[in-house]
């Protein structure tokens, strides 16, 4: 242990055997850069628990020989200047954060230590979320938790581990359950989780369990150097200046009303064996960010000659019946064949309600607004889409309605209106789920938009199993053979919109 | 190669190439397949995802991370940035760089999930505490949620400051053709980083400055960066000013609409034009009023009650009257409805 000679706590009074060490550990600054005077000297008061916990803190990190190798997170509290003490590497967070910004650092830093160190107001009460997802994520930080059922920085309110009874500014008359609720005990709780490998309460209240204190976080300490899970140390700890003791009061304080309410105890110590069975890296980012993009690019097309200039398409009906996916194939097309094009979907809870639509731009110029609010051709999946969306299509333009037969009470005088029984052929194919492909091959057949031969090289980058790839060919065919017969017969299609 | 893509999916595309090595969030509509494809993708290449357990927490993951120098991001919509306000603040305050995206649904509250730009004034103003500012992107193109990623994460690590890509639930939702091919990204070396090695040893991040002195010239050092952002990193587009008589001014998914609409406009003769600010801080006020003055009025077009309308007012400094069309909850006005709107403001002109 590399030792200095400089002193920076007062003396404690020993009652009991111990021998006590004045020195001051490599782990420490020689001067203290946080006043321009006052070089040597905490800002802690007389007797205060955090410099003792400072203490064996820094001699565990020089002993373990981890200076180099240590980021220390600082919280708010009285704690906060934790960094003008500490020659290792030091960020400061916000008041209870201590945890989340650990996990960030020590999944950025995994085989450095990263040490958390916080008051019970910062990690019982505003950092409560924080440090249980921590723990229960096995975060393989070490967290120190000092308790001194306080408030300090603030000057003296209440904290969540204040003991039932005990005064404080905002519980004058004592904490009462019925109003403030029990002190919360972390470790029991965190003990409660599968992850935490070490967990651990000790006390500053004398000579002897201060020397367990030292070794609990040495333990806690080494265990993360060996790259163990989360590990936990809950200091029980004087403030004599809030309780309005004296620094031995406050110490014995700590045993005779602290201890009680807090059992002192090892809660985990066990190994945890976690699986790793995360998938190791094994691409690279320029395969990720080029994805598909690069398979579909090796097909060539020969850009088709468009006959309109841009064509907007909105598809509504049931969510299950593929509308979202028959719009997003559709713009596929469209990219394939060199337009420029854009797909907006309905989303949320909206889709959830049992109805879903989208809208899709095939353009030659930059797409503007990709919400088609007059379609130049809309498919209703069903009866409630054709009701609500028909009177939105131009004049001129095409509706296309997935059943036989248009409903009785329905008139759409200014479009064209084509009335196809997609789930009856799709049935007969053999699931009705392609459904959506036969609307596909009307929509083809019927304008001409993007050509049947983009529509089956998009299928077969996006459908795997080759038989539901059969089945959509023909599902497709069989929506283009089925307009082609109407037409000719001229059963379906009416200028007027009503269906014989 | 161009692959049709959807624009959230785009920002995580950006961000890889960017060299994004770490994702930390929390799932909210209409956000939430920013998260899935960073859980996706990130691990793939050997980056980081982690979901939180809040934004407070998510932000605060993205402090730790970016302590360490990772690029380093998240996103949310309106309710999780109202919670992610704290650490923006700290973010800034300790002069840490990090990518976070806002795709905008409805407010106040909860709202609802459809698109809204109403976090104008949280993300561009501020909305946490203290002197800061957010520097600001606004995509309106799944290009451009991939494209104006990447500038987050080159402006976040040259100002060392929080960079806010602000988007909505359309852009977000949205699929359109993404043209992304892979290019070498280096970040640049961050010397105060602290990465628990001997040479990073004594650095320090932190916001506190004790004494009113110190937290005067660290405040002082931050709005020079600012000032110097102003100078250099305002982006904005323009379509058919040149000969415009009035200007509507919209971002995002609005510029879009209105970009359409000015196009039919002018096949009634209408001299209409076009002016979207891409970077919202810093506010293109200069290009703005450039292009304003060689008109007669601006029209401000907003998915909100008005916000961006107060920077365009004080770019504008009361030369040329501005009028204001916003339309809010969910509801994105249709090309009719500008067009109206235009020739309603160019008719009230004569
Ligand atoms: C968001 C926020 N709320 C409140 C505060 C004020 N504050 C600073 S320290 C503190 C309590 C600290 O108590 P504790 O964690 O027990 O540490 P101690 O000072 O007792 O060591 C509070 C409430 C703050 N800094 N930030
Ligand atoms: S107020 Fe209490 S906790 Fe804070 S430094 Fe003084 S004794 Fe320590």
Redesign the pocket.
């Known amino acids: 242990m590399s030792t200095h000679q400089v002193m920076t706590e007062k003396p404690m009074v020993s009652t009991d055997s111990y021998q006590v060490v004045h020195s001051k550990s490599g782990v420490f600054y020689s001067e203290y850069e946080r006043k321009t005077d006052l070089k040597h000297q905490t800002h802690y008061c007389p007797g205060c628990g ?1 410099g003792v916990i400072h203490k064996l803190v820094a001699e565990a990190l020089d002993d373990l020989q981890v200076k180099d190798h240590t980021i220390l997170v600082s ?5 906060v200047f934790a960094y003008y003490y500490f020659d290792v590497g030091n960020v400061q967070v916000a ?1 209870g954060r201590a945890p989340a910004a650990a996990t960030g650092l020590k999944r950025a830093c995994p085989d450095k230590l990263v040490v958390a160190y ?5 990690l019982a009460a ?1 950092g409560t979320a924080e440090i249980v997802h921590a723990a229960n994520r096995g975060e393989k930080i070490t967290v120190f938790f ?1 308790n ?1 059922a ?5 000057g003296g309110q209440m ?1 969540p581990t204040t003991l039932v009874g005990q005064r404080s500014t905002t519980s004058p008359w004592g904490r009462r359950p019925v109003n403030e609720g029990f002190p919360l005990h972390m470790c029991e709780m965190l003990a409660s989780l599968e992850a935490p490998v070490y967990i651990e309460r000790v006390a500053l209240c004398d000579n002897k369990n201060i020397m367990r204190a030292r070794r609990a976080i040495r333990k806690a300490l080494e265990l993360q150097r060996g790259g163990a899970g989360f590990t936990f140390v809950e200091i029980l700890s004087p ?1 004599p200046t809030i309780w309005g003791k004296d620094p031995i009061e406050a110490r014995r304080w700590v045993g005779e009303k602290m201890v009680p309410s807090f059992p002192l105890n090892v809660f985990r110590d066990r190994k945890v064996e976690i699986p790793n069975n995360n998938v190791p890296p094994h691409k690279t980012v320029a395969e990720l960010v080029e994805g598909e993009g690069k398979a579909g690019a090796h097909v060539a097309l020969p850009h088709r000659q468009h006959l309109f200039h841009d064509l907007g398409i909105k598809i509504a009906g049931f969510g299950g019946q593929g509308v979202l996916l028959l719009g997003q194939l559709l713009a596929e097309m469209g990219m394939r064949e060199g337009l420029e094009v854009s797909w907006l979907p309905s989303y949320g809870p909206e889709m959830r309600s049992g109805s879903a639509h989208c809208h899709v731009c095939l353009s030659k110029e930059r797409v503007g607004s990709p919400l088609v609010s007059r379609p130049n051709v809309l498919i209703a999946m069903n009866e409630f889409s054709l009701h609500k969306f028909a009177s939105q299509v131009v004049p001129g333009g095409l509706i296309i309605y997935s059943l036989g037969h248009l409903p009785e009470d329905f008139s759409a005088p200014q479009a064209q209106v084509v009335c196809i029984p997609a789930a009856e052929i799709a049935d007969k194919l053999g699931s009705a789920k392609v459904a959506n492909v036969v609307v596909m091959g009307a929509l083809l057949e019927e304008t001409e938009c993007l050509s049947p031969g983009t529509a089956m090289q998009v299928l077969e980058t996006k459908v795997k199993n080759p038989n539901l790839l059969e089945m959509d060919r023909k599902a497709l065919d069989a929506g283009r053979v089925y307009i082609d017969h109407t037409v000719a017969v001229g059963a379906v299609t009416q200028a007027d919109g009503f269906a014989q | 190669m161009r692959q049709l893509c959807k624009g959230n999916v785009a920002v995580i595309k950006g961000a890889m190439l960017a060299g994004c090595g770490a994702y930390y969030g929390y799932p909210i509509t209409p956000a939430s397949e920013i998260a899935e494809a960073a859980a996706l993708y990130l691990p793939e290449y050997g980056g980081t995802f982690v979901q939180a357990e809040s934004e407070t927490a998510s932000i605060n993951m993205v402090y730790g991370a970016s302590c360490a120098g990772v690029r380093v991001m998240t996103a949310s919509s309106g309710p999780g940035l109202s919670l992610m306000q ?1 650490g923006i603040s700290y973010l800034a305050g300790a002069e840490l760089p990090c990518v976070i995206v806002d795709v905008m649904r409805g407010g106040p509250g909860l709202g609802n999930i459809a698109p809204e730009q109403s976090d104008y004034f949280a993300m561009v103003k501020g909305g946490g505490h203290g002197n800061y500012r957010n520097l600001v992107v606004a995509p309106a193109s799944v290009q451009e949620m991939a494209d104006l990623t990447i500038l987050a994460f080159e402006l976040a690590d040259k100002y060392r400051n929080p960079a806010i890509v602000l988007t909505d639930g359309f852009v977000g939702q949205m699929m359109e053709p993404l043209d992304l091919e892979f290019r070498e990204i280096v970040a640049p070396e961050k010397p105060w980083a602290v990465k628990g090695t001997g040479e990073t040893r004594k650095n320090m991040v932190s916001s506190i400055y004790l004494e009113s002195d110190d937290l005067e010239e660290h405040q002082r050092r931050m709005e020079a960066k600012y000032i110097r952002a102003q100078q250099m990193e305002t982006r904005s587009e323009e379509y058919c000013t040149s000969d415009a008589e009035l200007v509507v001014v919209g971002f995002g998914i609005v510029s879009r609409i209105l970009r359409s609409a000015v196009d039919e406009a002018r096949k009634q003769g209408i001299k209409v034009g076009l002016f979207r600010p891409i970077t919202l801080w810093p506010f293109p006020s200069q290009e703005l009023a450039e292009t304003a003055l060689r008109a007669q009025r601006v029209l401000v077009v907003e998915l909100s009650n008005g916000q961006m309308l107060e920077d365009v007012r004080l770019a504008l400094d009361g030369k040329r009257p501005i009028e204001f069309y916003g339309r809010v909850g969910g509801n994105v006005p249709s090309i009719e409805e500008l067009v109206a709107k235009i020739e309603e403001h160019v008719t009230a002109a004569v």
Not at chain 1, 150 to 154: F, L, P
């Open positions: 955090h919280p708010v509290g009285c704690s008041h916080q008051g019970d107001g910062d505003i000092v001194n306080i408030y300090g920085m603030t904290a403030c | 704290e």
